[in-house]
């Protein structure tokens, strides 16, 4: 008797930045209501499974991840009612939800952190040092020291903002208050987590200086430390004691396929993000090594394809051309495994770099690291040919740009040529397929180098990488677009049953 596949396994995974997606309210800012009446859109996109981004109480000091009450909703984006009908009307559609848990941090502004602060009880929940110098030589990834002083002269840790002190994971308060959440949520229907900074959670007890040691090497003091796994263990089980499907995919940075095998174990989480096609340049050989590094290591059982998210410039801008875009596409798609697409990509939506300084809202930003994630977080274009495109009857949180009118979804919804269009098709085709495929490839050698192409049963993707055109046989399923008979174009790519 063959065991049914897990539906997380090939699924495809839509992120949600409820931020930015709909707003029903008209204040401007996305919210579930909104997200919750765009539902039949995805449905109809043709994707299994919604990830939301924090949509909890918080200061958004980070974009919601800096998190003041993890069993709540922010009203800016609705209430715990408007949350339960959402998560009913997505399984009315067939459509899976996943929400972020943010465990590494709290809010500034969490309870917890607030009572450390003011009274000095409960700072064991926290990294506090009494000392007169900074502890150590820790860096926040957003730039300048990892710590912080509170107004009596403590030191505090924070990897990310000072607004995001980091948790204390050898405290048991801490480790029963997660267990708790993610049972809130599971009682509340979720189908699955999403764990940001999952690798960060423990840190040496000791605070050491990280000197010359990378951050995420083996070894290192701030990530990847071997406690975590006891954590994922736990967790494990909490999501496996409900019935039906759950599951967890992790955020984990590592600096090898090794490291990164340890946190999908049986007992462990399900899936870890596959993170270096974001970093890679438009290459066959590139890419093919990614492609390969993943699925032959033993994390490759379960293994994961993203182009884009909201912490990273838009692949339509990374790529330079909408078909290189689209080939991308069906690269992912026609891989063993899940693929994660992130909002908007499914219109072609470029990043957007000349957003004004006063309208940035990234901490990135103002720690002087960079113009920050702000470009690829812009509110959708829904309707309409000037701002706010349907978005909201408000004035926009973030400005959009005054050139989105042929990509809204209105626009392209009329249109077989337009990306829309191609998304919709290819979704529906893989979905047709997926049943049918072998969870392996095997490489198919081409005579142009520039091409990258492999078999799955009966079906061939062949990813031209190169400018000019290459012959091709067999019998076209797909194509990312119009193209002479026999030849995928430059940046371009086909589906073929040979």
């Not at 990294?127 to 900074?134: K, T």
């Not at 002269?153 to 990897?159: A, D, E, M, N």
């Not at 596959?274 to 050989?285: E, K, N, T, Y």
Request: proline share 9%; charged share 25%; hydrophobic share 35%.
């Amino acid at each position: 008797m063959t065991t049914p596949t897990p539906w997380w396994r090939d699924a495809v995974v839509y992120e949600v930045y409820p931020r930015s997606f709909s707003d029903a309210s008209g204040d401007g800012e996305g919210d579930l209501e909104g997200l919750r009446h765009r539902l039949p859109y995805l449905s109809e996109l043709g994707v299994d499974a919604l990830w939301l981004t924090p949509f909890y109480t918080s200061p958004l000091a980070d974009g919601g991840y800096d998190v003041a009450d993890y069993r709540d909703v922010d009203p800016r984006f609705g209430t715990l009612a408007d949350f339960d009908d959402l998560v009913a009307d997505a399984h009315r559609l067939g459509l899976r939800i996943i929400i972020d848990i943010v465990p590494n941090h709290t809010s500034s502004a969490h309870p917890w952190f607030s009572e450390a602060v003011r009274t000095g009880r409960g700072r064991g929940r926290y990294h506090f040092r009494d000392c007169a110098d900074v502890p150590n030589d820790w860096q926040s990834n957003f730039g300048g020291p990892a710590w912080s002083r509170t107004p009596d002269g403590s030191w505090y840790l924070h990897l990310y903002t000072p607004e995001q002190p980091d948790l204390n994971w050898h405290d048991p308060e801490v480790r029963a208050e997660f267990e708790d959440v993610l049972r809130f949520w599971l009682d509340r229907g979720v189908d699955g987590f999403r764990i940001d900074v999952a690798a960060g959670l423990f840190k040496h007890p000791d605070l050491p200086d990280l000197g010359a040691l990378g951050t995420h090497a083996p070894g290192s003091p701030m990530y990847g430390r071997p406690e975590v796994h006891e954590i994922y263990r736990q967790w494990r089980s909490i999501l496996d004691s409900y019935p039906g499907e759950h599951m967890a995919v992790g955020e984990v940075w590592t600096e090898s396929p090794e490291a990164l095998a340890l946190y999908v174990r049986p007992d462990e989480l399900h899936q870890a993000f596959q993170f270096h096609l974001l970093l890679a340049p438009w290459s066959a050989r590139a890419f093919r090594e990614i492609i390969g590094t993943c699925l032959d290591s033993p994390n490759g059982q379960a293994p994961t394809w993203v182009l884009s998210n909201h912490d990273v410039i838009r692949h339509r801008s990374r790529y330079g051309t909408e078909e290189r875009s689209r080939a991308a596409l069906m690269l992912i798609l026609a891989l063993p495994g899940s693929a994660y697409l992130y909002q908007g990509e499914e219109l072609g939506l470029p990043e957007v770099f000349d957003l004004p300084d006063e309208a940035r809202q990234d901490p990135i930003f103002f720690q002087g690291k960079g113009m920050g994630r702000d470009g690829c977080r812009v509110p959708l274009p829904w309707s309409g040919t000037q701002a706010p495109y349907g978005f909201t009857s408000g004035k926009p949180w973030l400005p959009q740009p005054a050139d989105w009118g042929p990509l809204t979804v209105e626009a392209q919804e009329g249109d077989p040529a337009s990306m829309l269009s191609f998304y919709r098709r290819a979704l529906a085709l893989r979905r047709t397929l997926r049943a049918a495929l072998p969870p392996t490839l095997e490489w198919q050698e081409w005579p142009d180098p520039g091409v990258l192409a492999f078999r799955r049963g009966d079906l061939v993707c062949a990813v031209n990488f190169g400018d000019e055109p290459v012959e091709f046989q067999g019998d076209v399923l797909l194509a990312s677009g119009p193209s002479a008979e026999g030849r995928i174009a430059g940046g371009g790519a086909v589906w073929l049953r040979t």
